[in-house]
């Protein structure tokens, strides 16, 4: 699986899903609690059933957050998404959706911990403190994201020029590429196993879970240069 030797620190994963990113942890060398507010049956680590804020604020109130090297964070970002934001105007979903990082990031800061916030790139009131994409490590997806880093910091890594389209419709024009588009459904998007391949997700076959998940190689670098941080800290 490429997992690193265990190093004996931990990463608190909130709004898991399905455990994308929780596997990038896995695979640099961490332990990981996943928590998410529906059943995640598919989660390959420890996993709780909770509203993760209320979780939050309890692991912080009873001392217990103390167990934690890093807090890794992916609320919902129907709020903010430039993709979603244009879906909901166009059809008058606007105000359905609530923004929780704000809240979120007041948790995070009482918390004393180090913390990733991700978010796709659009409106999202996150930092942009460092962005990835799928090229930069060969994978079949773009998937361009945004992290906010608290209490710690790691240099951008360059952003390899694309090779191509994102295979499929758009605008009304039908294009081929290398890259799939792992989100929605029709108009030449890609199919679950193609999504699985394409992020290198094995352990999920659940479209709703693949099309909101992370590739696992986004924070099995962040994970790397987290710990890369935190030795030259200790030193």
Not at 4 to 12: I, Q, T
Not at 102 to 117: H, K, N
Not at 176 to 201: H, N
């Amino acid at each position: 699986m490429n997992t690193a030797p265990r190093n004996g620190l931990r990463v608190l994963d909130l709004f898991s899903c399905s455990g994308g990113a929780g596997m990038g942890y896995h695979r640099a060398g961490f332990d990981v609690d996943g928590v998410d507010i529906a059943d995640r049956p598919r989660y390959p680590f420890a996993f709780h059933r909770v509203d993760a804020l209320e979780h939050l604020a309890r692991l912080i109130a009873s001392g217990d957050i103390e167990r934690y090297a890093l807090v890794h964070n992916s609320p919902p970002c129907q709020a903010s998404c430039a993709l979603t934001v244009g879906t909901n105007r166009s059809r008058g979903w606007g105000g359905e959706h609530t923004q929780l990082i704000p809240e979120l990031r007041t948790l995070l800061d009482a918390s004393g911990l180090p913390y990733v916030i991700e978010q796709p790139n659009g409106k999202a009131p996150v930092r942009p403190d460092l962005r990835l994409c799928g090229e930069s490590f060969g994978l079949g997806v773009l998937r361009h994201r945004t992290f906010e880093l608290g209490r710690w910091a790691t240099p951008q890594p360059a952003h390899p020029r694309h090779r191509g389209y994102v295979r499929g419709h758009r605008h009304g024009v039908r294009r081929e590429g290398p890259y799939v588009a792992a989100y929605g459904s029709g108009g030449g998007k890609a199919t679950v196993p193609e999504m699985q391949t394409a992020m290198g997700i094995t352990w999920t076959d659940v479209r709703e879970e693949l099309t909101e998940a992370i590739p696992p190689a986004f924070t099995q670098w962040i994970g790397t240069a987290f710990l890369t941080c935190r030795q030259e800290v200790l030193l």
